[in-house]
C-alpha cells in the first residue's frame, strides 16, 4: 500500500521525497513494486539498522510507517532518538 501510495505521490511535481526501507526480508517483491509504480529511485532499502545507526533516519523523517504490531520502533520514531 505504501508503494503505492508513493507512485500517486510521485506524480504530483510539488512534492519531491526519498523512502527508507529499513529492514531485512524478502525485498524482491517491494523492489519489483516499486519499479511498476515508477518510484524505485525514489525508495532506497537499508537493511537492517539498529541503535544510534538508525537514529539519523528517524531525525531526518517526516512520516514513520510500521507495517506490524507495536514495538520499540514506534517508541523510538516518536521520540526521534534511539
Known amino acids: 500500500m505504501l508503494i503505492k501510495s508513493l507512485g500517486e505521490i510521485k506524480s504530483n511535481d510539488d512534492f519531491d521525497f526519498i523512502c527508507y ?8 517483491p517491494l ?3 516499486s519499479q511498476i509504480n515508477g518510484v524505485e529511485e ?9 541503535g544510534t545507526e538508525i ?3 528517524f ?4 512520516l514513520f510507517v510500521h507495517p506490524g504490531g507495536i514495538g520499540l520502533s ?4 516518536m521520540s526521534g532518538i534511539t
Open 31 to 33: 523492489i519489483k513494486l
Open 59 to 62: 531525525l531526518k523523517s517526516n
Open 74 to 77: 514506534l517508541l523510538h520514531a
Open 55 to 57: 537514529q539519523s533516519y
Open 21 to 28: 526501507i529499513v529492514g531485512t526480508g524478502n525485498l524482491e
Open 42 to 50: 525514489k525508495i532506497v532499502f537499508t537493511g537492517s539498522k539498529y
